[in-house]
């Protein structure tokens, strides 16, 4: 962020830093990245088990933290998960993906308990990975030890490698497509 940023590639990144802070617009993709971190750890290019936690329902169940990632893996039928989610956490095994921060209601607190939790988490389990998605409007809280970074709009190379592969069977529809977004009145897409 900031002057001088440049762009990196986002998953050599999240292999890189055990902590990260990942802004973006809304519809940047922030959420799209956390679930392509967690098929990638599943197919072994990041060496951490993943577990998926959106802020916004956790912060709505009323549950403490381990509570509801217990919760989490009982609804994937994984009965009785505590001690092996206890387990992975103290091994440094987990990559933890906190989904949707600016999601949390700000009323009552909810967003700042949220925050502390987060941070009484990463404080508790070091080892791990832990990266954290939020909207750049409300990104006005701190996170220990974090890098943060934003997930950039794709450049015209990019828009045109995810047209392709996008209308991959249909390649003259992608070509439409594309012409009609470089149209001045669909300038913002």
């Known amino acids: 962020l900031g002057r001088g940023a440049k762009r990196l590639n986002a998953l050599e990144l ?3 830093q055990d902590r990260l802070f990942i802004l973006g617009k809304p519809g940047a993709g922030k959420t799209t990245f956390l679930k392509y971190l967690t098929l990638q750890a599943l197919h072994q290019k990041i060496d951490k088990i993943p577990i998926f936690i959106s802020l916004h329902e956790w912060a709505n169940s009323g549950k403490g933290l381990m509570d509801f990632v217990v919760q989490q893996f009982e609804i994937c039928a994984f009965p ?6 206890e387990y992975l956490l103290n091994k440094g095994w987990a990559l933890a993906l906190f989904d949707g921060l600016d999601e949390v209601n700000v009323e009552g607190d909810r967003r ?3 925050t502390t939790d987060i941070n009484n988490f990463v404080k508790q389990y070091p080892k791990n990975k832990h990266l954290i998605t939020c909207r750049i409007a409300a990104s006005d809280y701190l996170f220990h030890g ?4 934003e997930v950039v709009d794709f450049d015209q190379s990019q828009i045109e490698t995810f047209v392709g592969k996008w209308f991959g069977d249909e390649p003259d529809k992608g070509a439409r497509f594309l012409e009609e977004l470089k149209k001045d009145e669909h300038r913002g897409l």
């Open 14 to 16: 999240a292999q890189r």
């Open 80 to 85: 009785d998960a505590q001690a092996f989610i």
């Open 112 to 114: 700042a308990k949220i």
């Open 146 to 149: 974090f890098t943060t970074v």
